[in-house]
């Protein structure tokens, strides 16, 4: 099983976060990238996953983060309000739109088959490599890949 710390609430896998892995794999380039994208200095591009000590300056104020803790829920996919105005509201289109996939997945997978299901879908089809939230290309490859 994967550590517990990578299991957001909101149904947005960190073990396939480009912020989570530049960090864990100390990717200066994709650091730098990610850091002008973001428009935060390199040495934020910082996170051990969303329920860690160590989370990305914009996850810190997450308000779907704090709902599911004022509520003693593990997530979204046991809350009877989903999808609820934080959903609706996140600020991140492709991330909204995975949330709206993988929250009924949970749901009706349960946790441990649904993260296998993600981490299979981030495999790139060419070359198998893992592939980042996201991203058009594989990095490794660089052949173009699904969207999420």
């Not at 709902?67 to 809350?79: I, Q, V």
């Amino acid at each position: 099983m994967v550590d517990e710390k990578l299991l957001p609430p909101c149904g947005l896998f960190c073990g396939v976060c480009s912020i989570q892995a530049a960090y864990r794999d100390n990717n200066t380039k994709l650091i730098e990238k990610l850091s002008r994208f973001y428009g935060v200095p390199s040495d934020q591009i910082v996170c051990e996953g969303c329920k860690s000590d160590n989370v990305f300056i914009y996850c810190r104020v997450c308000p779907i983060l704090s709902c599911t803790a004022e509520r003693n829920l593990n997530g979204c996919h046991e809350c009877d309000d989903f999808p609820c105005e934080h959903i609706e509201n996140f600020p991140i289109e492709i991330g909204k739109r995975v949330i709206l996939r993988t929250v009924p997945q949970r749901r009706a997978l349960g946790t441990e088959k649904w993260l296998e299901a993600e981490i299979e879908r981030y495999k790139c089809p060419s070359c198998g490599a893992p592939l980042y939230r996201g991203f058009p290309r594989c990095g490794k490859c660089k052949q173009p890949v699904a969207p999420d």
